[in-house]
């Protein structure tokens, strides 16, 4: 009995070990095929092992069936997912009931990920209606989209919350920062006869920085929409023709301006402008506190690109003894850091962190005007309507024509171009052309508000339309 006994424990024991170690060895094994499905490995239909790279697709808005290569996907049935593709080209196409159509084909790369998160799809029976009417005569955008600052020719603006179902102005009294004004004795508003060249709004979307011509010089006005009387005409209040200014910070404060042709830097609360930066400067960029820039060395007659920190007087020499200036643009996408320098008909990227060479491109015409997505995506270099797309996810440069002169931001990704009265809307890279509305004033912006409304001026109203169904 007791021997019977002992020999149970026995088995019992055994199986114990035994199931135990299956288990450890199917703990192992498991791990081991999801490091290596992470990893990108894959089975194919023929039984060898391949590498895949990973796609994650977002979309505006959300919820967009998939199809793959022509075939609805049971593995990745909506946006704002990821999933494994084998390496290789294949066709994106995103759909939803009520609305447009998007579709691209990709490069899958193995063991990578390539991202989709700009593709947007618009309702195709929008609600349309007139938001405000308004007599400006200009109008310019927040980088957040939601405030638009509406200009005339008085001393009183407009500045309007686009994120709101009733627009309801706050008046801005400009009467004591702008230039070029006249006003009839007794006015309180005067008559304001300059033109505006150029608008930049500061990252916190309360300070736009204009340039401004009348009488035959140029001003420039640092304008608060929060508090007007906190505006700064900075060329008369520091008797100065600037030639160039750039806003450093997000609230304004700190402004890289050129001056005779000589870099220096402005801190508009104590109203101080620094020693010069860097001289004989031709163009310049910057990253958070990181100028990249090109000058000329008045030593050798040549040009050379350098990169310096706010703050520091050490330059670092990048590229030297150039025979003609080349543009400096730097742009962050994702965790890496980038430096495009731009000549008359090719685009060469670097990485910031080391200069390391990433890639080159050839152009076929000259850009007059460079720009930088607001995600980083894309560089957009453009004459009149012809526009070069660098596209940074795909590495890749795209050449388009928007046939119009007349074109801008939609959203961070996407770009518009009103051409006789129609509003027609592509992908940064001139992918997914569509006509959206007609009637479109060319003159004055458009934009999308909080990926709900679509803003665009129309016989000098505001008009709105949904881009959800109400």
């Not at 509406?150 to 709101?164: H, P, Y």
Request: aromatic residues 10%.
């Amino acid at each position: 009995m007791g021997m019977d006994a002992e020999k149970r424990a026995r088995r019992q024991s055994r199986r114990i070990i035994i199931s135990e170690a299956l288990m450890v060895i199917t703990v192992i094994v498991t791990v081991m095929i999801l490091a290596f499905v992470v990893s990108g490995y894959w089975v194919g239909s023929d039984f060898k092992i391949e590498r895949q790279g990973l796609l994650q697709i977002y979309s505006t808005p959300t919820g967009a069936d998939i199809e793959v290569d022509g075939n609805p996907t049971s593995w990745l049935q909506r946006t704002n997912t990821s999933k494994t593709l084998a390496a290789g080209e294949h066709t994106i196409k995103l759909t939803k009931e009520n609305y447009d159509s998007w579709s691209r084909t990709i490069n899958i790369t193995e063991g990578l990920l390539y991202r989709l998160h700009y593709p947007r799809l618009f309702l195709l029976n929008r609600l349309q209606e007139t938001a405000y009417d308004s007599s400006a005569n200009l109008a310019s955008v927040s980088p957040d989209r939601n405030q638009m600052l509406l200009l005339n020719n008085t001393t009183s603006w407009e500045l309007v919350n686009l994120d709101t179902e009733e627009i309801k102005p706050t008046i801005l009294d400009l009467s004591e920062v702008l230039p070029f004004v006249s006003r009839a004795e007794g006015a309180k508003v005067g008559l304001f006869s300059g033109t505006v060249l150029d608008a930049e709004w500061a990252a916190d979307n309360d300070h736009l920085l204009l340039k401004l011509s009348g009488e035959d010089k140029v001003n420039w006005v640092l304008l608060s929409t929060k508090n007007p009387s906190n505006s700064i005409n900075l060329s008369k209040d520091f008797n100065a023709d600037f030639e160039k200014i750039k806003i450093l910070d997000q609230s304004a404060n700190n402004l890289l301006v050129v001056l005779n042709g000589n870099l220096h830097r402005i801190d508009v609360s104590s109203k101080q402008i620094s020693a010069v930066l860097i001289s004989n400067i031709t163009s310049f960029d910057f990253y958070e506190q990181n100028i990249v820039f090109v000058a000329k060395d008045t030593k050798t007659d040549k040009y050379y690109v350098g990169s310096s920190k706010i703050g520091s007087e050490e330059i670092v020499k990048l590229v030297e003894d150039l025979d003609a200036p080349k543009r400096a643009v730097v742009t962050k996408f994702y965790d890496d850091e980038y430096i495009g320098l731009i000549s008359d008909n090719s685009i060469e990227l670097y990485l910031k962190k080391d200069f390391a060479p990433k890639s080159a491109f050839t152009l076929s015409f000259n850009p007059e005007e460079i720009k930088v997505g607001a995600a980083g995506e894309a560089i957009v270099m453009f004459s009149g309507g012809h526009i070069a797309t660098l596209d940074m996810e795909a590495q890749e440069l795209y050449e388009w024509n928007t046939e119009t002169n007349t074109f801008g931001w939609l959203d961070s990704s996407m770009v518009y171009a009103v051409k006789d009265g129609v509003l027609n809307v592509y992908d940064f890279n001139g992918l997914n052309h569509r006509e959206l509305s007609k009637n479109v004033s060319s003159h004055f912006p458009v934009t999308i508000t909080a990926d709900k409304y679509l803003y665009y001026f129309r016989d000098g109203s505001l008009i709105r339309e949904y881009l959800f169904e109400k």
